[in-house]
């Protein structure tokens, strides 16, 4: 097998040379194992957290060892009653090309057919897609006729958030880097676009939210943090929910970072504001699964995926996160 490691912590934003790649040998399954190959893996905004050697939901990566993340595969033989060659199977076992390992190790699970290709179950039908659900419609209660403001609209997450929004007939705000991201936000649905990048800075973001939304926000999805949440903030209404999901513009932050200056309005607005976790919501997943075959199958849920080729492109898909290189859900695809 291929693999992955953590060559050195990265200090602020990740280099190719904090990677060192590996070769190892994968053995013939033992008792209860099984031996999978990869065919696609996941590179996701957490895997920075997991470089900090730090105490966190997650552990930390260790140097030298191969990291772990999102992979899909198949069986290529079995050890385990409930497996057999060839079965379709997630796992946590990426950043390597194969693995032999008992199911409950990797946390494996064998993937249903419902119609869709396997990369689906890393973006839309995965991870992230349940990210977007549990986010929208529980933490953030989402309601019929909200105005929503998404950032990170064109992402995995938010480019799933934007489209359930508009199934729940809401009008949405979406912001992403770039007049391209832009257009495909609006290709999804969203009644309005920001393009963050020209708007500059926190004054232009609340200039232009506030074109975009006259009356103020129902709703904050945020994937970014920093001057959009505290543009957020400026527009949103009384009673407001923010679903806090992420906040990818401090990931590589050196210094210290600095909180939104108008926090205060977080009382006399009696604002929501709720941080979560998608593991803690895996009691949605039967629903997301139905509703989600449902909406892509009607063509209501499009998606979109950038896909780098081979394991060795690997650590530049996940640097390509922090450039937004990707389009949708970045993945790679090995074999
Ligand atoms: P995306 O597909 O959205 O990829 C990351 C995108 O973030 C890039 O394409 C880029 O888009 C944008 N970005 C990068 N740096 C910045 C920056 N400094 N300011 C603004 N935007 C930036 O990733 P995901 O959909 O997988 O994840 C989206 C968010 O959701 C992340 O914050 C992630 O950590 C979080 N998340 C949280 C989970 C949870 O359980 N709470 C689970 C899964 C994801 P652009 O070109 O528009 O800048």
Not at 56 to 74: H, K, L, W
Not at 256 to 269: L, M
Not at 277 to 303: L, N
Request: charged content about 20%; some cysteine; proline content about 5%.
């Amino acid at each position: 097998s291929t693999e992955w490691a953590l060559a050195e912590r990265p200090v602020g934003m990740p280099k190719l040379s904090d990677f060192q790649k590996k070769t190892v040998d994968v053995a013939a399954p033992g008792d209860g194992e099984i031996q999978v190959q990869n065919e696609w893996m996941s590179v996701d905004p957490y895997m920075r957290g997991r470089m900090y050697d730090r105490e966190s939901y997650v552990p930390p990566f260790q140097i030298g060892e191969t990291m772990q993340g999102g992979a899909v595969g198949r069986v290529t033989a079995s050890n385990h009653p409930d497996y057999k060659e060839g079965d379709l199977v997630s796992s946590m076992a990426g950043w390597r090309t194969a693995w032999t390992a008992k199911p409950e190790a990797v946390m494996a699970q064998k993937l249903p057919d419902v119609g869709l290709p396997e990369s689906a179950f890393l973006g839309i039908a995965g991870m992230p897609g349940l990210t977007a659900y549990a986010g929208i419609l529980r933490v953030a209660e989402l309601k019929e006729g909200d105005t929503v403001f998404v950032s990170g609209a064109a992402g995995a997450v938010g480019s799933t958030v934007v489209q359930i929004a508009k199934i729940k007939n809401c009008t949405v705000i979406g912001s992403a880097g770039g007049q391209e991201k832009c257009d495909f936000v609006k290709s999804l649905g969203a009644d309005h676009v920001i393009d963050y990048k020209a708007a500059g800075g926190f004054q232009g973001l609340v200039k232009a939210l506030k074109e975009a939304s006259p009356k103020g926000i129902d709703v904050y999805f945020d994937n970014v943090g920093g001057d959009h949440l505290t543009a957020a903030i400026e527009c949103a209404r009384p009673m407001a929910r923010f679903a806090e999901c992420g906040m990818i513009a401090q990931y590589n932050e050196t210094g210290q970072p600095t909180g939104p200056h108008n926090i205060i309005q977080v009382v006399g607005k009696q604002l929501k504001i709720q941080g979560f976790i998608v593991s803690t919501h895996a009691d949605m997943q039967p629903a997301f699964f139905k509703d989600m075959a449902e909406w892509i199958s009607s063509g209501q849920v499009k998606y979109e995926e950038t896909v780098m080729e081979g394991i060795d492109k690997a650590p530049d898909a996940f640097l390509g996160l922090f450039s937004g290189a990707n389009k949708g859900k970045m993945l790679v695809k090995l074999g």
